[in-house]
């Protein structure tokens, strides 16, 4: 009886691996490429769901004591260091608004490799910020203490398990647990790469983040358009999907600061554990007194076998602009041996065959963008001309937000924006004609363009497992698909082929 039980086990174990074997033999790959153009058409119950939560909302609202620490974070810092980052203290919104001292309370963070035996102690900074405004009635913002700790000395694909707070007090979290990243060099990849972007905070949203629990990733990239707190009053209220439309009068682009509070307890589950590394989007510009805007933010970092660069996409950007030297000296010192893959992102994408955000433009191997609220995967391309060395543009901007998913196509009958439609509160446009190719003379294709090989008006995330340095496999899971077993919109094999596509070429290839 127990050899027979064996062999039945051994067949299942067979099984299971032909079966796995047969889905990877199906699953495409850019070699295969270019593909004819496909679009999965819009499901108009998609739509719904898209007004944000109320603050009050179990996972937006304040559920700890004052100096407890929440809002708790990870962030990459080196390959064998850590950010850890939190908040204390009660925010204030009002006329007039009084900062916290932010060294009232402590910045500690313990750690180690066994649950309640930690063995090494950090201290780190804290600060405050203020939100402010030059005009008449506006409510002004300052928030909590915001605590930052560097973990350092952490040994590659290990566990450690940490609180952060103020012992003094005896204000220190509960046990967290992180799993650190492979080295560069080591053969080694992360093992998923959650990548989301125009998240914001409905109950789309909402499906987003638990669906990507359930993916159970390694590391995230959120790139771009966070909260959604420029579509409120200073007082907050009732969030709308177009600013402008709704408060034509307003004398600035006005925020609800403690939008960006909640935005942190909501993503608390996640980013207490899995780091994330995040880029501006446009609505995380937020003006306010002198014009003080967020940082000229672009980094770049190694995640294993990975080179990330965070591009800024409200900035200078052109040939004599720091970014674009700074990216030059970036993309120098890119060890290719060490980090084979080299991934960019930024907000706004440079393909885009939507009728929103329309040729938008900011101006490698992987390219991620966001900003259209939808998605869709190009074949190679470079300069709107099929390349087989050409990048693989992907726009992931369908994260859950309040403005809804986008659903027209730029080739549609009627849906053609003008050239002078789409013009962006911040950054610039290439508005243009085709010269070349099926649309040239033309502002838009008649038809999905070639380069545009998949595209879906839904929302959802993205999926990034490196398999070697070669080949990595990228999946789209769609919100809907939460419930089913193995579900996904969109599966593709991406392959560099660097025997054929060198750095030397005329552009970025693989």
């Not at 032909?18 to 153009?37: D, R, Y």
């Not at 007082?235 to 408060?247: D, H, L």
């Not at 076998?305 to 030059?328: E, K, R, S, T």
């Not at 300069?383 to 050409?390: M, P």
Request: glycine share 8%; net charge negative; aromatic share 12%.
């Amino acid at each position: 009886m127990e050899d027979c039980t064996n062999c039945s086990i051994s067949a299942i174990l067979l099984l299971i691996i032909v079966t796995k074997m047969v889905i990877a033999s199906q699953i495409p790959t850019t070699l295969e490429g270019p593909f004819q153009p496909l679009t999965r058409r819009f499901d108009p119950s998609l739509r719904r769901r898209s007004d944000d939560l109320p603050m009050e909302h179990s996972r937006l609202r304040k559920n700890v004591t004052s100096n407890f620490p929440e809002q708790i974070s990870l962030a990459l810092s080196t390959p064998t260091s850590m950010w850890v980052s939190w908040v204390t203290g009660d925010a204030q919104i009002g006329l007039n608004v009084t900062p916290i001292d932010p060294l009232t309370v402590g910045s500690e963070e313990w750690y180690g490799k066994e649950s309640g035996n930690y063995t090494e102690k950090r201290n780190g900074i804290s600060l405050v910020y203020s939100q402010l405004y030059p005009f008449e009635g506006l409510w002004n913002y300052t928030s909590g203490i915001i605590h930052h700790v560097r973990i350092d000395g952490l040994e590659p694909q290990t566990k450690y398990f940490y609180k952060c707070g103020d012992s003094s007090l005896a204000e220190m979290s509960e046990e967290f647990v992180f799993e650190t990243l492979p080295l560069p060099g080591s053969g080694k990849y992360p093992a998923r790469i959650a990548v989301v972007g125009d998240l914001g905070l409905t109950s789309n949203s909402s499906t987003t983040i638990d669906h990507v629990i359930v993916n159970d990733p390694s590391m995230i990239l959120m790139v771009g358009d966070l909260t959604y707190a420029n579509q409120y009053f200073t007082t907050g209220g009732k969030g709308v999907s177009c600013y402008s439309c709704e408060f034509p009068n307003s004398p600035t682009r006005e925020t609800y600061q403690p939008q960006w509070d909640g935005w942190g307890r909501f993503m608390q589950p996640l980013t207490s554990r899995i780091p994330m590394m995040v880029i501006e989007g446009n609505h995380e510009i937020e003006p306010q007194v002198a014009n003080t805007t967020f940082l000229n933010l672009c980094y770049s970092f190694d995640a294993g076998g990975v080179h990330f660069i965070m591009l800024g996409a409200y900035v200078d950007y052109n040939q004599n602009g720091n970014q674009f030297a700074w990216l030059q000296r970036d993309l120098e010192k890119v060890d290719r041996d060490k980090t084979p893959w080299l991934v960019a992102s930024w907000h706004p994408p440079w393909y885009n065959s939507y009728s929103s955000h329309y040729q938008f433009c900011i101006n490698i191997e992987w390219i991620l963008s966001f900003w259209v609220h939808a998605y869709e995967r190009m074949n190679r391309v470079y300069n709107y001309t099929l390349d087989s060395c050409g990048p693989v543009y992907i726009t992931v901007g369908d994260g859950g937000n309040i403005e809804k998913v986008d659903v027209y196509h730029a080739d549609e009958p009627g849906k053609c924006p003008s050239s002078g439609d789409n013009i962006p509160e911040f950054g610039g446009v290439c508005h243009m004609k085709f010269s070349f190719g099926l649309a040239k003379g033309k502002f838009c294709w008649d038809t999905q363009p070639e380069w545009s090989a998949y595209r879906e008006s839904s929302f959802g995330h993205g999926i990034l497992e490196v398999m070697n340095s070669t080949d990595a496999l990228w999946t789209w899971h769609r919100n809907q698909d939460i419930y089913k077993d193995d579900s996904h919109g969109d599966l593709i094999y991406i392959v560099r082929q660097p025997e054929l596509c060198s750095v030397g070429s005329m552009h970025f290839g693989s």
